[in-house]
């Protein structure tokens, strides 16, 4: 018994989880970039994709990241009235909001799914973020997909 208790908690241990940050180009992004000019130490398992505004995250890409193997997505831009678009990231937190509900009915917990804001000049804020993610989704375990063959990342 205490054998297979040491094994899952080896096993949990062992797990990385997998983070997909969708986040824009001008705020969040530079902010990331800061983080890594400033030899900040974040936990390295977060992949990156950056666009040009919050307000262009579609949330089938979401789905998508889901599909492909991701464990938790974030969603991260510039703060409220620091959009360049200027109001892109009010869209997003809107529709971030309604589709965050939705998610449940395709059986991903919501707590999979992190809306952040975080400007060029916080670099130790993204660095915290992402620790804070890892810790979270490494304590909820893997998300497994529906179709196990369509994992790529
Ligand atoms: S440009 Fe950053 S959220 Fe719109």
Redesign the pocket.
Known sequence: MAQTETKTAEAAAAFQPRIVAFV????TYAGADLAGTSRLRYPPNVRIIKL????RIDPLFILKAFEGGADAVLVS??HPGD???TS??YH?RRRWALFRRLLDLTGIDERRLFFSWVSAAEGQKFADLVADITEKVRAAGPLEPANPARRRL
């Open positions: 824009c180009n001008w705020c040009p505004c919050t307000g831009g510039c959009c360049h678009y892109g990231n997003a």
